[in-house]
């Protein structure tokens, strides 16, 4: 079974997510999404809370959805906007084929009570679907507040207990 881990970040913690998940899966790989446009600032704030609300996508740099075809089983790594995944992962799951593959999905929030992460799921699993993908497992990580990283004791702790 081979396992490959994509994920997106605005501000780092759910890369430390990707980068925990993969030491916990040996063989597995990591893909990450990166836009071609900045969301630094107030005014990228805005506008990512805005995008995620409406579903929109986003554009990315070059074609990560034609390097998950050899994979069987991917893990879908996203920050919690608005209750939504992120613009990026959308852009991916629209383009994917995923056929025959499962596909976990994972969210990092601010919010440790994870409020709203059924909904959250519910839209990414349907996403996936739309992708041919078989819904796997629908995973909750506390990242940190808005702006800032989490710190990667506190992902491992929680990686461990998954
Ligand atoms: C535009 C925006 C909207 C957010 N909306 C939520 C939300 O609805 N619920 C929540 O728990 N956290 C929300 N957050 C906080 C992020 O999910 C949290 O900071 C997460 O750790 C960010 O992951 P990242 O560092 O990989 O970008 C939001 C953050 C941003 C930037």
Redesign the pocket.
């Known amino acids: 079974m081979k396992t490959v881990i994509v994920?997106?970040?605005?501000?780092?913690?759910?890369?430390?997510?990707a980068d925990v998940l993969k030491e916990s899966m040996p063989g597995a790989e990591t893909i990450e999404l990166i836009e071609t446009r900045s969301?630094a600032g107030l005014f990228g704030?805005?506008r990512?809370?805005f995008e995620?609300s409406r579903g929109k996508s986003s554009e990315l740099s070059g074609t990560p959805w034609t390097e998950v075809s050899e994979y069987d089983e991917l893990y879908l790594?996203?920050?919690?906007?608005?209750?939504?995944p992120?613009p990026a992962l959308r852009t991916f799951l629209s383009h994917a084929a995923l056929s025959g593959k499962t596909v976990h999905t994972v969210?990092?929030?601010?919010?440790a009570g994870?409020?709203?992460a059924e909904h959250?799921h519910a839209v990414f699993q349907d996403l996936a679907k739309a992708a041919g993908g078989k819904p796997g497992r629908s995973l909750n990580i506390?990242?940190?507040?808005?702006?800032?990283?989490?710190d990667r004791v506190h992902i491992e702790e929680q990686v461990r207990r998954l």
Do not use: C, M
């Not at 994920?7 to 997510?17: I, N």
């Open positions: 994920f997106y970040t605005r501000d780092g913690s759910s890369r430390v997510v969301r704030f805005l990512s809370g995620a790594v996203s920050p919690v906007w608005a209750s939504k992120a969210t990092v929030q601010a919010d994870f409020n709203g959250t506390h990242g940190a507040k808005i702006g800032k990283l989490a």
